[in-house]
């Protein structure tokens, strides 16, 4: 049986660009003013994810003032003798506290020999404290970022002492084809959802993806099989051979 069990860490960088899809039709980027439900679930799981599990965001806090900056950028454009010049907009010295929770993914029945809490919870807590099995982005590539073991309320936060501020209307998250409920007419779909964060001392409370009220369907995917054996490894297996494989990265620079 699963513990419920909450952790939380730093993450931190000199640029992030959680881009706002409205801006990106004229080729130009510019991010929201915080994080995404979707941005920071990816962080996780490139700190520690395996299939059978499902990464639960729950608050995030900001430490530092919210600030942009504005960066001429010229993108590839395949084909073309030239390319133009765009302006990208970015948040400029971020510092995030968030806290997380993990699931098993009910979707995928077969992988049921792999919920072994205590495991997950190992590796996971191990490959937080050595920066994450994959590179942190915030946002997009070109926005390295670096996590840490570190306690949700630790630190004075610059909006600590601000009572409500909305941010209007967001996106926050995608629910994968193998994340639905098999019962649920959306499985096998991938599906968009929006909402209205608010930060309330200095904190933001994420809802849940299936309870956005605002989604919308976007496509059937053929879901991936994994095979043990074959694209697949038990966590007993990963959790034996941990430290070899974050050595070996490392090594290669992965």
Known sequence: MKRERYYSFRVSGRRALFSDPANRIGGE??????????????????????PSIIWT?????IMNSIQTEVVGIRPIKFNKSTNDLAYYTYLKNVDYHVEVSFDWNKSRPELAS????????????????????RDI?????????????????????????????????????????????????DYGKLTTNLWIPELKGGIINFIKPNECTMHRTLRDYNIKVFKPGENFQFVEEMNSNFDTVINQNNKEGL
């Open 114 to 133: 792999d919920w072994n809490f205590k495991k997950h919870e190992d590796i996971f807590l191990r490959s937080l404290k050595k920066g994450g099995r």
């Open 29 to 50: 980027k510019m991010s929201y003013l915080i994080p995404t439900y979707q941005a920071l679930k990816g962080i996780t799981e490139s700190i520690y994810w395996k």
């Open 137 to 185: 982005f915030l946002g997009t590539r070109e926005c390295p970022g670096y996590v840490e073991p570190y306690e949700f309320d630790d630190g004075k936060g610059e909006y600590d002492e601000i009572e409500t501020m909305s941010f209007g209307v967001q996106f926050h998250s995608f629910i994968y084809p193998d994340e639905h409920d098999p019962t649920d007419s």
């Open 57 to 61: 965001i729950h608050r995030l806090r």
